[in-house]
């Protein structure tokens, strides 16, 4: 297993920062999830990625999504990293 440039390899999965590319299958995968059905347009789902790829780093505050990818390059699903500090109350 290695890291590198914020993408993670094992021998059956890739997890890096979601791409502009993976907007429309990530899309389609929230919006069939039984537990937290997506309710905006692929089109916004579009322009919230496009917001991640011209963040100024991956980690900067706020939310980060990452693709799951499987062997054959795939999306297999993907993770959510908020990089903020909690909201301590």
């Given at each position: 297993?290695?890291?590198?440039q914020?993408?993670?390899?094992?021998?059956?999965l890739?997890i890096?920062?979601m791409?502009i590319?993976d907007?429309?299958?990530?899309h389609?995968?929230?919006?069939?999830?039984p537990?937290?059905?997506?309710?905006r347009?692929i089109?916004?789902?579009i322009?919230?990625v496009?917001?991640?790829?011209?963040r100024?780093a991956?980690?900067?505050p706020?939310w980060?999504?990452?693709?799951l990818?499987d062997?054959?390059g795939?999306?297999a699903?993907?993770?959510?990293?908020?990089?903020?500090?909690?909201?301590l109350q």
């Amino acid at each position: 297993m290695g890291v590198t440039q914020w993408e993670l390899s094992t021998e059956r999965l890739r997890i890096l920062p979601m791409r502009i590319e993976d907007a429309e299958p990530w899309h389609h995968c929230r919006a069939a999830a039984p537990f937290d059905p997506l309710r905006r347009s692929i089109l916004e789902t579009i322009q919230a990625v496009e917001e991640m790829v011209r963040r100024p780093a991956v980690d900067s505050p706020g939310w980060q999504q990452f693709s799951l990818l499987d062997q054959a390059g795939r999306f297999a699903g993907d993770l959510g990293i908020r990089f903020s500090d909690p909201d301590l109350q």
